[in-house]
């Protein structure tokens, strides 16, 4: 099992940025992938971000494409999310994930992100 610790989350005005960092207690270079999901009140946990052992990202909803950047450090163990030009919607906990493959996901305690208007 991978420990992940995220940190990064706050309260900020609506077109500022935020970084989120999730920090793992082991190697993440062998890992099937890494990544962000997030849940707002009353609603489902949604994929936000992912990136591949490769480095490949994919964004999973238009709403977040180009605003939102993931990237990772292998050596760090540590995965990004770069949040631009947030909006109110953006709010919500996001949780960073490891895909260890068929061992199954390991998932972070998450970190409150709130946009206010």
């Known amino acids: 099992q991978v420990q992940l610790v995220e940190s990064g989350g706050g309260l900020v005005q609506a077109g500022g940025s935020l970084r989120l960092s999730c920090a793992a207690s082991?190697?993440?270079?062998?890992?099937?992938?890494m990544g962000w999901y997030r849940q707002a009140p009353g609603k489902q946990r949604e994929r936000v971000a992912t990136?591949?052992?490769?480095?490949?990202?994919?964004y999973a909803d238009s709403s977040v494409k180009g605003r939102f950047t993931i990237s990772r450090d292998n050596a760090k163990y540590t995965v990004f999310l770069q949040m631009n030009s947030l909006q109110p919607e953006d709010t919500a906990v996001y949780y960073c994930?490891?895909?260890?493959?068929?061992?199954?996901?390991?998932w972070g305690q998450g970190t409150q992100v709130t946009v206010s208007s």
């Open positions: 994930y490891a895909d260890r493959g068929i061992l199954g996901k390991d």
């Open positions: 082991a190697s993440i270079f062998s890992l099937n992938a």
């Open positions: 990136i591949s052992r490769g480095g490949i990202t994919h």
